[in-house]
């Protein structure tokens, strides 16, 4: 049946990504490299938070940036004048990264001068859940605007997610945003995701997000 044939496809496709994925941890992994996948909706302050953390880390961390979008250069820009090494990723349409796609980016970038990269996924909660990129830590960021359901709605990214950002706290006091009900919401798909309130635009509540990274960054340079 053709419905069987392109369903045994998809299950390939996901096969083979994994095993890329797999080797690209261990390349990592004795490189002492961390490597962190971004997810989120469009305009949930990807871009912005990515620079509070690099202003925060840059003295002491090489930082690299994958920016990944369907089309533009913008962000990639934006976070080289931020101080960090940036390459622009233009995924020809498709929705999402995926293993094979990343390892080209770090092909192009080159890793003998970065320690911790990022990669900044295409806005979307759908499809950059379903694929395996190589990165050691998935975090989403669900800004308050978006409101406390989203987990709910798109429950794969969360599940998949170590970390979750919620960021645009200073708009709390405009918006019906409940945080017992959207904590519940996340840990009731992943009670191991840690979540960190934060406001990219003040600039505040960044500490325990980064205290985070820097102990997961001990962890690969002594692990």
């Known amino acids: ?17 994994e095993v890329t994925a797999d080797k690209i941890r261990d390349e990592l992994k004795k490189q002492k490299k961390l490597m962190i996948n971004v997810m989120s909706s469009p305009g949930s302050g990807k871009t912005t938070t990515l620079l509070r953390t690099i202003e925060r880390l840059q003295d002491t961390t090489r930082i690299g940036v994958m920016e990944c979008d369907i089309d533009a250069s913008v962000d990639a820009v934006t ?8 390459i622009q990723l233009h995924t020809g349409g498709m929705c999402h990264m995926d293993a094979t796609m990343t390892q080209q980016g770090l092909n192009e970038m080159g890793m003998d001068d970065v320690d911790l990269i990022f990669i900044e996924n295409v806005g979307n909660l759908v499809c950059p859940a379903e694929f395996d990129t190589g990165a050691s830590i998935n975090i989403t960021i669900l800004s308050v605007p978006e409101g406390d359901d989203k987990p709910a709605k798109y429950p ?4 998949v997610s170590d970390v979750v950002l919620i960021n645009k706290t200073d708009t709390l006091p405009v918006f019906d945003f409940n945080k017992e009900l959207v904590e519940q919401r996340i840990h009731e798909l992943n009670p191991n995701a840690q979540i960190f309130y934060i406001s990219s635009k003040k600039d505040e509540g960044f500490e325990p997000w980064i205290n985070y990274l820097k102990e997961k960054m001990e962890e690969v340079n002594h692990g």
């Open 156 to 159: 794969l990214v969360y599940t």
């Open 1 to 17: 049946m053709v419905f069987m044939k392109i369903l045994e496809l998809k299950q390939n496709i996901f096969k083979e990504n």
């Open 79 to 86: 976070i080289e004048n931020g101080g960090a090494k940036a």
